[in-house]
């Protein structure tokens, strides 16, 4: 049996009953692929900002601290010796380190499909009619987010419609994204996903091809 449901407009009235594809919205649950999608982009985005200095890099310590024999101390070659305060750092973090992780696309496709299908029995997914802004102007925006009863998610388009990104870049509840560049991540933030109907038939063959 096929699923149906409701495409409405920005008015948030019934226009018609689109089908949608069931190897995507009956896909089932599979909290494992989930999470590794979710660390999977987390990592990616992470920085190897934390840095220290080893004995090369360190400054000064040119000159041997004493001779080498005859005074009744340990041999040392340089000040900046780990074992020395203000020294190198032994084993410490430098920013070569790469956090990037990978994952099948196989995996990765199978993990937004079980989402996109929990989303969808959870009544957190609103498909909605391709629609043009006639002007870059938030208010209007708003409106629209106010009659689709939505107070915080994110609209799914086909591309870049630059009226409708910048009309919400200052509504810091709702973000604009295609279906190209949205991640598993902001499916999880936001309470609601809406999508319209072109980025719909674009969705399912990216995600079944």
Known sequence: MSQTAELIN?????VD????????????LNEVLIKQYVLLTQANKRLGLASTKNRKIVSGGG???WKQKGTGRARAGSSRSPLWKGGGVIFGPTSERNYNMDMPKKARKGALKSLFAELYK???????EDFEMSDIKTKSMVNIFKMLNIDKGMLILPENDDKIIKSTRNLYKYKISTVDNFNIVDLLKYENIIISKSALNKLEVKLLQ
Not at 10 to 14: A, C, H, Q, S
Request: proline residues 7%.
């Open 63 to 65: 000159k041997k601290p």
């Open 10 to 14: 920005i008015n948030n009235e019934k």
């Open 17 to 28: 009953d689109i089908v949608l594809n069931e190897a995507i919205f009956s896909f089932p």
């Open 122 to 128: 959870g009544k957190k997914i609103t498909f909605i």
